[in-house]
């Protein structure tokens, strides 16, 4: 999953939604079951998500979308090796960059 968001201190919840092709319920529900995602308040109460959390949910959306486990099971999985799933997931991060980049190299040749 290649998310697309500028460098940016926060992310409103809208954005976060777009980035993961997802309803902002989801982003809402994930918030709620996920201890790991913590975004902001502002004064109007709207969320702001930071960086961080923009890489849990990668982590989280990874587990549940791409590999199929249940909320119980990824809740497990990044309780039980944390530093194993971060690492997996900046692989596959550096991974999707070269791919696009490839991607962009064969456009442009053809």
């Given at each position: 999953?290649?998310?697309?968001?500028?460098?940016?201190?926060?992310?409103?919840?809208?954005?976060?939604?777009?980035?993961?092709?997802?309803?902002?319920?989801?982003i809402?529900?994930?918030?709620?079951?996920?201890?790991?995602i913590?975004?902001?308040?502002?004064?109007?109460?709207?969320?702001?998500f930071?960086p961080?959390d923009?890489?849990?949910?990668?982590?989280?959306?990874?587990?549940?979308?791409e590999?199929?486990?249940?909320?119980?099971?990824?809740?497990?999985?990044?309780?039980?090796?944390?530093?194993?799933?971060?690492?997996?997931?900046?692989?596959?991060?550096?991974?999707?960059a070269?791919?696009?980049?490839?991607?962009?190299?064969?456009?442009?040749?053809?």
């Amino acid at each position: 999953m290649h998310v697309d968001l500028p460098k940016k201190r926060y992310y409103k919840i809208g954005e976060v939604a777009k980035a993961f092709d997802v309803n902002t319920s989801l982003i809402r529900f994930w918030e709620g079951e996920f201890d790991i995602i913590k975004p902001k308040k502002n004064a109007k109460g709207n969320r702001l998500f930071t960086p961080e959390d923009i890489e849990n949910f990668k982590l989280i959306y990874n587990l549940v979308k791409e590999r199929g486990f249940t909320l119980d099971g990824a809740k497990q999985k990044l309780k039980q090796n944390p530093e194993k799933i971060v690492q997996n997931q900046e692989i596959i991060s550096r991974l999707e960059a070269v791919k696009a980049e490839l991607i962009k190299i064969k456009n442009q040749i053809e």
